[in-house]
């Protein structure tokens, strides 16, 4: 499966941006996908995921209430919302497939990987 990213880019703090990712092939509704965040230096980060069926999601606490994960199966598409963003929020996202159908948060639950898109939050 190929992952595209897309959305990034330069936004003032406080500010908002929509991150989406479009997949290739027919089984994208069959399994969870997620967005992680990778900073110069640091390891790659949960930010949040999706099921299967978008019933079920989770985020990690420094997002929680101000980033939205969504997916649109018909158009093979997963989203990130991203609201109310700070400097912190600065990094590097990936889009990524799961290898089952329920959420997770560990990478190594993660087989397929989209080549990232940079979101830069001034302040």
């Known amino acids: 499966v190929q992952l595209v990213e897309s959305g990034g880019g330069l936004v003032q703090a406080g500010g908002s941006l929509r991150l989406s990712c479009a997949a290739s092939?027919?089984?994208?509704?069959?399994?969870?996908m997620g967005w992680f965040l990778q900073s110069p230096g640091k390891d790659r980060e949960f930010v949040a995921a999706?099921?299967?069926?978008?019933?079920?999601?989770g985020y990690a606490d420094s997002v929680k209430d101000r980033f939205t994960i969504s997916r649109d199966n018909a158009k093979n598409t997963v989203y990130l919302q991203m609201n109310s963003l700070n400097p912190e929020d600065t990094a590097v996202y990936f889009c990524?497939?799961?290898?089952?159908?329920?959420?997770?948060?560990?990478?190594?639950?993660?087989?397929?990987w989209g080549q990232g898109t940079q979101v830069t939050v001034s302040s």
């Open positions: 092939g027919r089984t994208f509704s069959m399994y969870a």
């Open positions: 990524a497939r799961s290898k089952g159908y329920r959420v997770d948060i560990s990478s190594d639950d993660y087989g397929d």
């Open positions: 999706i099921s299967w069926t978008g019933r079920d999601t």
